[in-house]
């Protein structure tokens, strides 16, 4: 049970890092590594609780690969949105983009 209480802390402690990120820096590729580390800490807490039940549970493997496969295609999106905008030459800083242009 102790366990439970350290890997909740480290979902939270990485939740408050990534947020702390995503608010102090405006950079495209900072917001996006914050969403990520919020993924991973909900991962981590997913986990810890599966783990915690002590019963044998298959829903959990299939929450997980769910969740992998979310992580994967925002990976996608995030690599997809970075190589436009370095080929449209838009400036990464979040907060002097007004528009997207198509």
Same mark, same amino acid.
């Given at each position: ?18 947020? !702390?990120?995503? &608010?102090? =820096?405006?950079?495209?590729?900072? #917001?996006?590594?914050? *969403?990520?580390?919020?993924? %991973? +800490? ?9 783990? !915690?039940?002590? &019963?044998? =549970?298959?829903?959990?493997?299939? #929450?997980?690969?769910? *969740?992998?496969?979310?992580? %994967? +295609? ?29």
């Amino acid at each position: 049970m102790l366990e439970l209480y350290y890997l909740t802390g480290l979902a939270f402690a990485l939740v408050g890092i990534a947020m !702390a990120g995503m &608010t102090s =820096n405006r950079h495209f590729i900072a #917001m996006m590594l914050g *969403i990520e580390s919020i993924f %991973a +800490a909900s991962t981590v807490l997913l986990i810890s609780f599966f783990d !915690a039940s002590k &019963t044998a =549970n298959p829903q959990a493997f299939i #929450m997980l690969i769910a *969740i992998w496969a979310v992580a %994967a +295609a925002e990976i996608m999106v995030m690599i997809v949105l970075y190589v436009y905008m370095k080929s449209e030459g838009i400036n990464f800083d979040v907060s002097k983009l007004t528009r997207m242009k198509w």
